[in-house]
């Protein structure tokens, strides 16, 4: 009898480790896929900045820390995964700084469709910033802290469009997204699965 039980038990066992080895393999098969689908963003051909004209500032991490603008320890980086509110979450995009600052326009990087447009972002002077999503097929860009632009969900936008106007943030804050991507997200604990680093892509567009 008590062989017959270390024998059930064994199997348990084994089928537990089974288990959990085909959990992993699916997880780092997943994980694989989206490695890749954001590794192809790279090889897009973006010929179209979100705005004209130059950089106030730089939005990758070695040029912000090094150009005197932040201070140590900010929480107001502009570059892809900085941390905000404390280190409880991370920033999910970056911040372009046009040199015109407020009222820049802002431009489709390439023809698309609106599909949300919504507040993003209430400064602490009362002003609500906007957001506008746009599908541009081979993927998703969320152009963010505008003011509140005259678009409506479903519209089709050329490339070069002006969509709107960067608002009193002086900034655009750009998110890229995967394909099928249907609202922005915040980045709290877990990079969100859809969310694209987009430094490269902006990297090329301005340089």
């Given at each position: 009898?008590?062989?017959?039980?270390?024998?059930?038990?064994?199997?348990?066992?084994i089928?537990?480790?089974?288990?959990?080895?085909?959990i992993?393999?699916?997880?780092?098969?997943?994980?694989?896929?989206l490695?890749?689908?954001?590794?192809?963003i790279?090889q897009?051909?973006?010929?179209?900045?979100?705005?004209?004209g130059?950089?106030?500032?730089?939005?990758?991490?070695?040029?912000?820390?090094?150009c005197?603008h932040?201070?140590?320890?900010?929480?107001?980086?502009?570059w892809y995964?900085?941390p905000r509110?404390?280190?409880?979450?991370?920033?999910?995009?970056?911040?372009?700084?046009?040199?015109?600052?407020?009222?820049t326009?802002?431009?489709?990087?390439?023809?698309?469709?609106?599909?949300?447009?919504a507040?993003?972002?209430?400064?602490?002077?009362?002003?609500?910033?906007?957001?506008?999503?746009?599908?541009?097929?081979?993927?998703?860009?969320?152009?963010?802290e505008l003011?509140?632009?005259?678009?409506?969900v479903?519209?089709?936008?050329?490339?070069?469009?002006?969509?709107?106007?960067?608002?009193?943030?002086?900034?655009l804050?750009?998110?890229?997204?995967?394909?099928?991507t249907?609202?922005w997200?915040?980045?709290h604990?877990?990079?969100?699965q859809?969310?694209?680093?987009?430094?490269?892509?902006?990297?090329?567009?301005?340089?």
């Open positions: 009898m008590r062989m017959k039980k270390n024998n059930i038990t064994g199997l348990l066992l089928v537990l480790v089974a288990a959990v080895s085909v992993e393999f699916i997880q780092d098969a997943d994980a694989s896929s490695n890749d689908q954001a590794g192809n790279k897009f051909t973006i010929t179209s900045p979100p705005f004209d130059a950089l106030k500032y730089p939005f990758t991490k070695s040029g912000a820390m090094q005197g932040w201070r140590s320890g900010s929480q107001d980086y502009p995964g900085a509110d404390g280190n409880s979450r991370r920033h999910a995009g970056i911040d372009l700084y046009p040199v015109s600052g407020a009222g326009p802002i431009k489709a990087i390439r023809d698309g469709k609106v599909i949300r447009v507040p993003f972002y209430r400064r602490r002077n009362g002003e609500i910033t906007y957001a506008v999503l746009v599908d541009h097929g081979e993927f998703v860009a969320n152009y963010a003011v509140m632009p005259a678009l409506a479903g519209e089709m936008v050329k490339q070069n469009q002006t969509m709107g106007v960067v608002s009193g943030t002086k900034q804050h750009f998110e890229l997204y995967l394909p099928g249907e609202n997200s915040p980045w604990g877990r990079k969100p859809d969310l694209i680093d987009p430094t490269d892509m902006m990297l090329r567009v301005f340089r």
